[in-house]
């Protein structure tokens, strides 16, 4: 689970770290309590949605202007001009779509005078096992530019069961932090991997972390994204959650306990099991076709959850064909049957569909499926499977 830049900034200041003061925009009618809460003489003006790259994003609407996502103000003024015109509007940026998102919250913050920006972020190395800290002094690009063209610029930092003051030195010697910014690190990093450890984040980056004139530290943005297996543990962190950043779809699913992602392409699919769910949407890749979402049902769907999940996949209308590819294992193949049948006659179904099983009562399965009178097309193996949806799919 994904939440806004401010309400990452809470949760980092409630631990410790160093933020900027600010105050979250719902409306129109708040910007005025910024405007006085907040003492200038520069305000920055934040749009607040679940993607990066808002400072060199642009808006779709003409009255909102060329400028980005991220606006500095100079007068109360301009902090009302840059509110009007950029809430309810829809903000463009490399990290979403080219329909955008809308923007329906903003966070007008205290101005920094910035001597440095340096990246830093956390994440779960699978290579070790453990949380890992990934800092680099070219802070405010795309970290992904600067991991291609001066990768020895970026440190991977491994830490155990804490940061230790040798871990925390590290990570200052790879942001070159020396004076004050080098004391406020040693103090920082601790913080942020209780923060990151104690709320299971699966993500927290901070990008840019900056050196202020004065030589202190200020996390100037905060990412973070949450174990969604761990929510149950923080119901303060749930409360925080945005649906209208999420796909409604994705919504729907999780309500049925389904791990749904929308995608770009034309081929649903419906697995189980994160790993086949992959390589089945490899392999549609593989024969010229791109998949429409990633749809794990699970090892123990019942077929409500089955026909649920297909009901999900339906709504989304450039979906030109399924494929439901089961390995029955705890799953019986003939329980995905009839709720294949179910979701065909409740959806009335228009797109080729084609499906795979294999496992546990196979032979049922495929018998119900036989039996049906429907127009579903079976295949032997996921190969069978991949390139008879796609040749559906482009026949059609």
Known sequence: MNIHEYQAKAVLKSF?????????????????????TLPGPLWVVKSQIHAGGRGKGKFLEAEAGEKGGVRLAFSKEEVMSHAKAMLGNTLVTAQTTDAGKQVNRLYVEDGADIDRELYLSMLVDRATGQVAFVAST????DIEEVAHDTPEKILTLPVGDGVSDADAAKICDALELTGKAREDGMKLFPILYKAFTEKDMAMLEINPLIVMDSGDLRVLDAKVSFDGNALFRHPDIMELRDTTEEDEKEIEASEWDLAYIALDGTIGCMVNGAGLAMATMDIIKLYGEEPANFCDVGGGANAEKVAAAFKIIMKDPAVKGILVNIFGGIMKCDVIAEGVIQAVKETNLAVPLVVRLEGTNVDQGKAILAKSGMN?????????????????????
């Open 16 to 36: 410790g770290a160093p933020v900027a003061e600010g105050v979250p925009i719902l409306t129109l009618d708040d910007v005025q309590t910024a405007i006085d």
């Open 138 to 141: 070219e802070g405010g690009m």
């Open 376 to 396: 579903i097309i079976p295949a032997d193996d996921l190969d069978d499977a991949a390139q008879k949806i796609v040749a559906a799919v482009k026949g059609a």
